[in-house]
């Protein structure tokens, strides 16, 4: 199972220039995957934190792309 934004941040900010570098802070700041169309997401798996935390985890990391991508415009 992935959980997953499905790109809705870049969906709704844009993608202004430098956006790739935004995703690059976020992925590294909130240990979260970040593909190149701005999806936020993340595996879950018997050995890692549980869903409840990775869902809590990614909505934190597409709101901080969101902002970020908003102050690029």
Avoid at 23 to 40: K, P, Q
Wanted: charged content about 25%; overall charge neutral; aromatic content about 2%.
């Amino acid at each position: 199972m992935t959980v997953t934004d499905d790109g809705a941040a870049r969906d709704r900010a844009g993608a202004p220039p430098r956006s790739r570098e935004a995703a690059g802070r976020i992925s590294a700041e909130f240990d979260v995957n970040v593909s190149r169309r701005g999806v936020v997401s993340l595996p879950v798996v018997r050995i890692g934190p549980g869903e409840d935390a990775i869902v809590a985890r990614i909505a934190g990391a597409s709101r901080a792309l969101y902002q970020e991508l908003l102050e690029l415009t």
